[in-house]
């Protein structure tokens, strides 16, 4: 399955040096998907070394230039977006559909930097001194590493090597390892925009043979991470040494308020395929439901008969509609959440373990619980998984102030019909991303990104370019 790929250094594919390999496993079947090359730190630091000369190479050119070649790379992702979709469903699980959703997010990346590399502004100050003026210009940082997840492993790419090569910067990709092919289709449509050698690199491998050497190295100017918080807390420490400059996209715990005016069914239609899209592994799904009391039953009923509806299985099957959580150890620590919660005293309606009808695979049953107090495991932290936390309010003041608890502020929801309502949920929300009504927050020209541990710096629209670039001062005298 990686036998055409492997790390991609200096404007080519090549195999580990030391001739290391690291097994890839499905999350269906629990069988190898396959054996993907394992970087050691020589590679690692071959792949910086290329970055180097790429960035020497690419940031000369004009930003006309590189616009027509972030164009390429859209116009090569879009003609391979039936083998890009089933990578995804095949190293993840999820549904294909969603697959193909995501990989057409990952292209709207490239199309929408082509465009952004044309407006990199700069600006002219007036001076003080007699004849002189300020010029204001942005540069390119340089060389970038971006690290990624596995749970979008086509998007997480496009969103930190489209705004990297638009600003004229080099990039080496670390993605999961759990997902390295996603990732290296990517890079390989990379190759139809005919960048320089070493614009685009890819290493796959130990944390010690790749993210050391990135880390240590004074070559790599900036980083870019979608992870948990913790790993970001201690790349923030390791990026401190050699005074990187770095974007994070943290962990989340999203709050649901659903009011007393919102339209229930409308809320229910949209919140459950949401919440139990990619089985719960999104960064950005609600797992804290705040119902209003005249509506919690009502609305727990209707969860649960539409969570259970779902038809579990492979991805690849255009008839599933959620598939399976990522590894073994997520599926058993998800189990351990919902039964801790339940001996806590929450009610479980609907799910509880892993789903009947399945011999291998990482599959567990759409899972809703309600009576759940604030100070529960379940709804304290992100679960990350197919969990459903509901609990009940009964004023608006009460549903922000609890929505607002802990330190995470990635992404907030809330359904209303009252304008007004909306926008004070809006201001009193404390996240970086609000949706009233709508779950859409993931698009091109919109900034995603959080607030206090849920992340620094933004992905995505006019913003998510800004971190990739350093501002310049000159002041000019004749």
């Given amino acids: 399955m990686y036998e055409k790929y492997g790390l991609f250094i200096g404007g080519g594919w090549t195999g580990a040096t030391g001739g290391a390999t690291a097994t890839v496993t499905s999350p269906v079947t629990e069988a190898p998907l396959g054996e993907a090359p394992a970087a050691d730190p020589a590679d690692t630091e071959a792949a910086i070394a290329a970055a180097g000369l790429g960035l020497a190479a690419w940031r000369a050119k004009s930003a006309f230039e590189r616009a027509d070649a972030l164009h390429a790379i859209a116009d090569e992702m879009i003609r391979r977006r039936a083998e890009a979709a089933r990578m995804i469903s095949t190293e993840t699980g999820k549904p294909i559909a969603q697959s193909e959703r ?20 700069g600006r002219i100050v007036e001076s003080r001194v007699a004849g002189g003026r300020f010029e204001v210009t942005r540069e390119p940082v340089g060389i970038v590493a971006a690290f990624t997840a596995w749970n ?12 990297a090569l638009a600003a004229g910067c080099s990039v080496i990709v670390r993605p999961s390892s759990q997902t390295p092919g996603t990732a290296m289709v990517i890079v390989d449509c990379c190759r139809a925009g005919n960048l320089p050698d070493g614009a685009v690199n890819l290493v796959v491998g130990a944390t010690s043979a790749t993210y050391g050497p990135i880390m240590a ?7 870019s991470l979608t992870g948990s918080t913790r790993v970001g807390q201690q790349m923030i420490r390791d990026a401190a040494d050699t005074m990187k400059k770095v974007t994070m996209e943290l962990g989340g715990n999203a709050p649901l308020i659903v009011y007393d005016d919102a339209d229930l069914q409308g809320a229910l239609d949209i919140s459950v395929p949401t919440k139990f899209a990619n089985a719960g592994q999104v960064c950005v799904t609600a797992d804290r439901f705040f119902i209003h009391e005249s509506l919690h039953d009502a609305f727990v009923e209707g969860f649960a008969a539409r969570a259970a509806a779902l038809n579990l299985g492979d991805g690849l099957d255009p008839a599933v509609q959620m598939g399976p959580v990522i590894n073994g150890a997520r599926q058993s620590e998800l189990e351990g959440i919902i039964g801790d919660a339940v001996k806590a005293g929450a ?59 802990g330190d995470m502020g990635l992404a907030a929801y809330a359904f209303t019909r009252d304008p007004g309502r909306a926008r004070r949920t809006v201001a009193g929300l404390k996240a970086g991303m609000v949706g009233i009504n709508s779950f859409a927050m993931a698009a091109a020209e919109a900034p995603f990104g959080g607030t206090r541990y849920s992340g620094m710096g933004r992905e995505g629209g006019a913003e998510g370019i800004s971190d990739y670039l350093d501002t310049k001062l000159a002041q000019l005298v004749f």
């Fill in 347 to 405: 009610r479980l309606v609907s799910g509880g373990g892993r789903a009947s009808g399945f011999n291998a695979g990482f599959f567990l049953a759409p899972t809703v619980l309600t009576d759940v107090t604030d100070d529960m495991a379940v709804f304290a932290g992100e679960n990350f998984g197919p969990i459903a936390a509901i609990t009940r309010f009964r004023d608006e003041d009460e549903a922000l102030a609890r929505a607002n608890a």
């Fill in 152 to 163: 979008f492993p086509a998007a997480l790419v496009a969103r930190k090597v489209a705004p």
């Fill in 217 to 223: 190295s004074p070559l790599v100017r900036k980083v």
């Fill in 102 to 121: 995501e990989w057409v997010l990952a292209c709207d990346q490239f199309r929408w930097y082509a465009e952004e590399a044309r407006r990199i502004y």
